[in-house]
């Protein structure tokens, strides 16, 4: 039984840390997930890798299939995910290259494939939403990053666009004034799916440039890169030790 999953997101498409890898297909009602899923030991502790994007990286943030990569990882017997996701920061905590561990999230997509209850079996089931997150990985974490002496948010409201493209400046502007804290494509519907199965959820945001209107000028696929280099060599140390512990 596998208990803990990491779902990666752009920048970590593969989890090199994972010894003696065996990749699993997994079929499910909704259609195929991201990709195989690699089952392999940190630590002597067996994780679940999946590559959000596929891999290699092909799926856009609105073409993922939330519900089948939700779905299997509950059919592996997940218990828990670590959600990595690159993201952009909004309020002046969300330095590029640095990282956050969000509390909240704010939902601005659109479209989506985004519940498992769907009103086809005949019932309405309406789960809570209050705490998106699993307060306790959240702890666990945060308790990680000190243990590395990584610097990282331990709040912060993720805000969630359609994407593909980035967001203009007024539109991260309006964000802002709604409370959102950093800007991803990818948190929603992942976070409220492993909620509606009962599988505890936790985002680590790797901030990957300010988002739009933050600072002069365009934001580059370059820069991305750069930060998204940096910040990811950071939450591969953070998750090496949330494993140890786990
Ligand atoms: N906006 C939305 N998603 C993102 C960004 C951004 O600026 N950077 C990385 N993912």
């Known amino acids: 039984m596998t208990k803990l999953a990491i779902i990666g997101g752009t920048g970590l498409t593969q989890l090199t840390a994972l010894k003696n890898p065996r990749h699993e297909t997994v079929y499910t009602p909704y259609g195929n997930p991201s990709a195989d899923f690699v089952i392999g030991e940190i630590q002597d502790k067996t994780v679940v890798f999946l590559a959000r994007h596929g891999n290699p990286h092909t799926i856009p943030p609105h073409k993922i299939n939330y519900r089948a990569n939700i779905w299997a990882l509950k059919k592996l017997g997940v218990q828990d995910i670590i959600a990595v996701a690159a993201v952009g920061g909004i309020t002046p905590k969300m330095v590029p290259a640095s990282l956050a561990i969000p509390d909240q ?142």
């Open 105 to 246: 999230i704010i939902d601005y997509t659109y479209s989506r494939e985004h519940t498992f209850f769907d009103g086809k079996d005949g019932s309405v089931t309406h789960i809570d939403f209050s705490y998106p997150y699993c307060q306790k990985l959240r702890a666990n974490l945060i308790t990680a990053a000190a243990s590395e002496n990584l610097p990282i948010s331990p709040i912060g409201t993720y805000g969630c666009t359609q994407g593909p493209r980035l967001e203009s400046a007024a539109e991260i502007a309006r964000m802002e004034r709604d409370g959102c804290d950093l800007v991803g494509m990818t948190g929603m519907p992942e976070a409220s799916l492993a909620k509606e199965l009962d599988i505890n959820y936790a985002a680590l945001a790797v901030m990957a440039n300010w988002g739009a209107g933050k600072i002069e000028g365009e934001i580059t696929m370059t820069e991305i890169e750069e930060n998204l280099h940096h910040g990811m060599a950071n939450a591969a140390k953070l998750l090496q030790a949330f494993v140890a512990a786990y």
